[in-house]
C-alpha cells in the first residue's frame, strides 16, 4: 500500500521540477533573441530623426534594435513594396524579365531620372512610381490579392479603387519585423515561387557588392496626412554570414526633406557599421 501512496507524489514532485527550468530557459531565449542597442538610438538621434532600426542575424537567430516596441507598429509600405509587387509581376507573366522595357510616354513625371524609356531592372532602382502603377494594374486586384495571401506579406489592403496606390496610401500596413521576416522567407527560398523569379529579383535587388560585403535591399518613401515615412531595407552578406535589416524613420521638426532620401539609408549604413557587419 504504502508503494502505492508514495508512487503519485514522486510523479507530481518530478513533474513540477522539470517544468520550472524548461520554462526558464523558454524566458532567457526570449530575452536573448531580443537585444536592445542604444548606439542605434545614438545614431537616429544624431540626423534628427524619430523612428527605429532592427537588425536579424540570421545564423545567431537574434535581434537587434533600439526600439522593439515601435519595430511592431505597421506602415505603409511605400516603394518597398516594389519587392513583392516585382515577384508577383514575374509569376503572373505581366513582366517577362528584368529587361523588359517600359516606354514613357512623354508626360511629365516627379523625377527626371523617370522621364525616360527604363527596363524593369532600372525602374526598380529607380524607384519608378509610374512604372510599377502600371504592372499593378495590369495584375489586377483578383491576382494581387491572392498573391500577396501566398506570399503572407503585411497587412495589404487592396481593391479596384486603389490597385495602383494602396502600398503609398491607405491603410495597408507592413511592421520592421514582418519586413525582416518576409526578406528571410525570400532569402532562404522559402516562398511559394519559381526559382527563376527568385534568381532575377535576386539579381535585382543587389546594390552594393564589393570585396568586403554584398547589400541587397529597397529604400521607400511615402507621405500620408503630412506625415512623412522612410524605409530601407534588405540583407547583408558577409564572411559567410548574412544579416537583415528593416529600418522606418521619420523626420524631425526643422528636418531639412532635401537630406531624407539620403539621410535614411546613411543611418542604417552607420548602424550596419556599428554592428560591425560592414566596414
Known amino acids: 500500500m504504502k508503494i502505492f501512496y508514495f508512487a503519485p507524489i514522486l510523479i507530481l514532485f518530478f513533474s513540477c521540477t522539470g517544468k520550472k527550468p524548461d520554462a526558464n530557459k523558454k524566458e532567457d531565449n526570449a530575452i536573448k533573441r531580443e537585444i536592445v542597442v542604444t548606439e542605434l538610438q545614438t545614431i537616429i538621434d544624431s540626423v534628427n530623426l524619430e523612428g527605429a532600426i532592427l537588425i536579424y542575424d540570421l545564423e545567431g537567430d537574434i535581434y537587434y534594435s533600439n526600439d522593439f516596441e515601435r519595430s511592431k507598429n505597421g506602415k505603409l509600405p511605400a516603394s518597398t513594396f516594389k519587392i513583392p509587387n516585382s515577384i508577383i509581376a514575374l509569376e503572373t507573366g505581366t513582366v517577362e524579365n528584368d529587361s523588359t522595357l517600359f516606354k514613357w510616354n512623354g508626360e511629365k513625371r516627379s ?148 537630406l531624407f532620401p539620403r539621410i535614411r539609408k546613411d543611418a542604417t549604413y552607420k548602424a550596419l557599421e556599428q554592428m560591425r557587419i560592414i566596414k
Open 111 to 258: 523625377l527626371k531620372n523617370w522621364e525616360q524609356d527604363l527596363i524593369f531592372r532600372d525602374a526598380f532602382h529607380f524607384s519608378c512610381v509610374p512604372c510599377y502603377q502600371e504592372v499593378a494594374r495590369s495584375i489586377g486586384v483578383k491576382n494581387m490579392t491572392e498573391y500577396l495571401d501566398k506570399l503572407e506579406y503585411g497587412n495589404m489592403k487592396v481593391d479596384s479603387t486603389n490597385i495602383d496606390l494602396f502600398w503609398l496610401e491607405g491603410e495597408s500596413q507592413i511592421s520592421q519585423f514582418q519586413q525582416v521576416d518576409f526578406l528571410k522567407r525570400f532569402y532562404q527560398s522559402e516562398l511559394p515561387i519559381s526559382k527563376r523569379t527568385e534568381t532575377i529579383m535576386k539579381r535585382m535587388m543587389v546594390m552594393e557588392d564589393n570585396d568586403d560585403y554584398k547589400l541587397s535591399g529597397k529604400t521607400g518613401w511615402s507621405i500620408r496626412n503630412g506625415n512623412n515615412n522612410g524605409w530601407f531595407v534588405g540583407y547583408v552578406e558577409h564572411q559567410n554570414k548574412t544579416y537583415f535589416f528593416a529600418t522606418n524613420v521619420e523626420p524631425n521638426k526643422d528636418f531639412d526633406m532635401n
